[in-house]
Structure formats: structure tokens, C-alpha cells
Nanobody
Framework: QLPLVQSGGGLVQPGGSLTLSCAASGFSLGTYSLTWFRQAPGGNREGISCISNSDTHYEDSVKGRFTISRDNAKNTVFLQMNSLKPEDTAVYYC??????????????????????WGQGTQVTVSS
């Protein structure tokens, strides 16, 4: 069983919205930070947003359009994506970090430094 289970991806038209979820199984997300990554076709897996219990971060490409949130009681983190563009098309992954704030995200940690990963979900933005 995967430590993080994702849902909410799919096909949406430009300007539309989707909400992704990332639910922890077998451990508590409460003391972890969580980062959303995405990997476009032919591209690298890049972090776009992170949330801990004390700080929140967004890359410029998604700032103002995406909102990250968490519900520790549900052991789940969400990414609400609005005003979607074709350039947002990618496989989206969530990953948990042991740090109490978004240190890995801020410092550009290597992917293998994240102990828990979701399975990834496809988001396609197209007319």
C-alpha cells in the first residue's frame, strides 16, 4: 500500500479548475511538510508548492492560481488549481518531508530525500 494516495486528476479545459488530494496511509501527516511536484512531458519533476504547519510556498508559475491547504484531522493535503492553462499539463505528485517546515522545498532537496511519495496523477488542460 502506498504511503500517500492521490486523487482528483483528469482532463479540463483551459480556464477550468481541478482539486487534487493527497492522503497519508500508515503514518501521520501532521508533523510533516508536503510538497506538490509536477512533471511535464519531457521535463524534470519540479516542486510547485509546499505547506507545513507554519509556512506556505508557491512557484511563480502557479502563484495566484493554485492554493495549497491541509486538513490534519483527515490526514490529507489538497491542491486547488484554478484558471488552468495548457502549460499546467503534467503528472502531479505529492511528497512528504520530515521537516516541520518547508526546508526541503526551500533548499531544493533531491527527490530521494523525500521519504514518502504518492503515485502521481495526470492533469491535462486542453480544448
Amino acid at each position: 500500500q502506498l504511503p500517500l494516495v492521490q486523487s482528483g486528476g483528469g482532463l479540463v479545459q483551459p480556464g477550468g479548475s481541478l482539486t487534487l488530494s493527497c492522503a497519508a496511509s500508515g503514518f501521520s501527516l501532521g508533523t510533516y511538510s508536503l510538497t506538490w511536484f509536477r512533471q511535464a512531458p519531457g521535463g524534470n519533476r519540479e516542486g510547485i508548492s509546499c505547506i507545513s504547519n507554519s509556512d506556505t510556498h508557491y512557484e511563480d508559475s502557479v502563484k495566484g492560481r493554485f492554493t495549497i491547504s491541509r486538513d490534519n484531522a483527515k490526514n490529507t493535503v489538497f491542491l486547488q488549481m484554478n484558471s488552468l492553462k495548457p502549460e499546467d499539463t503534467a503528472v502531479y505528485y505529492c511528497a512528504a518531508d520530515r521537516y516541520s517546515f518547508c526546508a526541503g522545498y526551500i533548499n531544493g532537496a533531491h527527490l530521494y530525500e523525500y521519504p514518502y511519495w504518492g503515485q502521481g496523477t495526470q492533469v491535462t488542460v486542453s480544448s
